[in-house]
């Protein structure tokens, strides 16, 4: 398969208009929460300005640089946790579960692909939801719908929109990052520590041999690393562990975002760039993301994060066409920079196999080949309703069924895919139909407590990672025991 394409010079800054923090305030804008008393919204937004940053520019360049190495398959990325944070998530047990099965995903993740693994967690500010409508019908009357703990509550009693949860959203992102650093830097991620590896949930035995087969490599190597004495590095107690949440409500990062020194040395790209000595990074998480309802191109969102030196992710569906990609890339990065852009596709199992490849063409045939991210987002194309009353679920065989076509497509198509982005939880939640434990529609009630959507529970994040480990390493001896090629 040949494929040819037109690159054309990098975009300047004479190309594009002018940036600032606030001009997203001149482009039409949805999703955008219509605040009954304006003077509290003031006094709320003027403290944020006022409030430290969340995260350092250090370390959202970090990011940024690991992110290319995905970009150039060199790494892969693994981001994953709740749908909607809520502030009550803010309490150790749910922090350290879920760095703890991140953990665990990711040395799965290296086992089979045999690369770094890249982690950021859905965590630490992500509390906003887009919503289809403003409101909803609870017990035959209509109320505002939730749309988050930072613009309001779960509870009736609570919907009406309140602009101090955005200062309350701040203190428990700032609380959630505090933890998984102190956390992290003690030794939550040491690997000189017992893991739970438990498969007594799994059913098949196929499935279980290979999980045997994984987890015995995995046990057996730390063993022999602690025997030769090459555990003693440091590098085994600690793992870098990013924040991301989608940028929903452009007050509240508008707030976080600050004009600081870049923490770089300049680079021969850099250069050739003419990156500024000071850049505007978004504080408030180390990577955020624009949905699938506000990636209009001469919306208020993309112009936003056209200017933020962030990395950034777009959700890309069945509603993205072809032509609108390019648009998006050469708006939020003129300068064709590696590991800025993570393109999140999320299709559902019945649609991936027809709008996929479109869009790897129209990114790889372009000046974009190897720049961006490919990262399959197999859950929210898959939620359905079931039963009488109406509850969401996901069917574990759709996830896995998109993710296994996506990355056939990317093989197809001589790209490749550089990760996944998942809603799970550290908890033993019943939200999600299917995996190696069977649970079916009567089990949904046992303990489904997700407010938005419907996570992973631990053991069905767990056996997912160990479904991509094993496709990679399928892979990899299919290529190994491939017969030569014939002599020319």
Not at 172 to 193: E, K, P, Q, V, W
Not at 208 to 223: H, I, N, P, Q
Not at 412 to 439: M, P, Y
């Amino acid at each position: 398969m040949s494929h040819t394409r037109t690159i054309p010079a990098p975009a300047s800054a004479a190309d594009v208009d002018e940036w600032t923090p606030d001009s997203w305030r001149s482009k039409p804008i949805r999703q955008a929460p219509d605040y009954p008393d304006p003077a509290a919204l003031s006094k709320s937004l003027s403290e944020l300005r006022r409030l430290p940053p969340i995260v350092h520019p250090r370390e959202i360049a970090r990011l940024k640089a690991h992110l290319g190495d995905v970009a150039r398959g060199e790494a892969f990325l693994l981001q994953g946790g709740d749908c909607a944070e809520l502030f009550d998530y803010c309490e150790q047990g749910a922090i350290e579960s879920k760095i703890k099965l991140l953990l665990q995903m990711s040395l799965v993740l290296i086992w089979g692909a045999d690369k770094r693994v890249v982690r950021i967690g859905r965590m630490a500010g992500q509390y906003a939801k887009p919503r289809s409508s403003p409101m909803e019908t609870v017990d035959g009357r209509q109320v505002p719908s939730f749309r988050g703990d930072i613009l309001n509550g779960f509870h009736l009693d609570e919907r009406d929109l309140d602009p101090s949860r955005l200062v309350r959203a701040y203190h428990h992102s700032a609380a959630t990052l505090n933890y998984i650093r102190a956390a992290i830097s003690s030794g939550i991620a040491d690997l000189h520590r017992p893991l739970d590896w438990g498969l007594g949930h799994v059913r098949d035995p196929l499935l279980k041999a290979k999980y045997s087969e994984a987890v015995s490599f995995l046990t057996d190597m730390l063993r022999f690393m602690h025997t030769v004495g090459a555990d003693k590095t440091d590098k085994l107690d600690t793992v870098d562990l990013f924040t991301s949440h989608e940028g929903l409500l452009l007050d509240y990062e508008q707030s976080l975002t600050r004009l600081l020194d870049n923490p770089l040395p300049p680079s021969p790209a850099a250069a050739a760039a003419a990156r500024p000595a000071k850049e505007y990074y978004d504080t408030s998480a180390h990577f955020l993301w624009i949905g699938d309802r506000t990636r209009q191109i001469d919306g208020a969102h993309v112009e936003f994060f056209r200017g933020i030196a962030n990395p950034i992710g777009v959700k890309v569906g069945p509603t993205t066409p072809a032509s609108d990609l390019l648009a998006l890339l050469r708006r939020l990065n003129p300068s064709r920079e590696a590991g800025k852009i993570t393109l999140i596709t999320r299709y559902g199992a019945g649609q991936v196999a027809s709008l996929l490849p479109g869009h790897i063409r129209a990114v790889e045939d372009s000046e974009y080949a190897r720049t961006v991210v490919w990262q399959c987002d197999p859950m929210h194309g898959n939620t359905q309703s079931v039963g009488a009353a109406g509850v969401k679920t996901r069917a574990f065989s759709d996830i896995f069924s998109e993710l296994q076509q996506t990355l056939r497509i990317h093989k197809e198509q001589r790209s490749f895919l550089g990760g996944v982005h998942l809603e799970l939880t550290g908890d033993a939640v019943t939200e999600c139909l299917g995996g190696s434990e069977g649970l079916d529609e009567d089990d949904l009630s046992t303990n489904y407590t997700s407010f938005c959507d419907p996570r992973l529970n631990e053991k069905q994040a767990l056996e997912l990672a160990f479904l991509i480990a094993d496709h990679y390493r399928c892979e990899r001896k299919d290529k190994d025991g491939a017969p030569p090629p014939p002599p020319a």
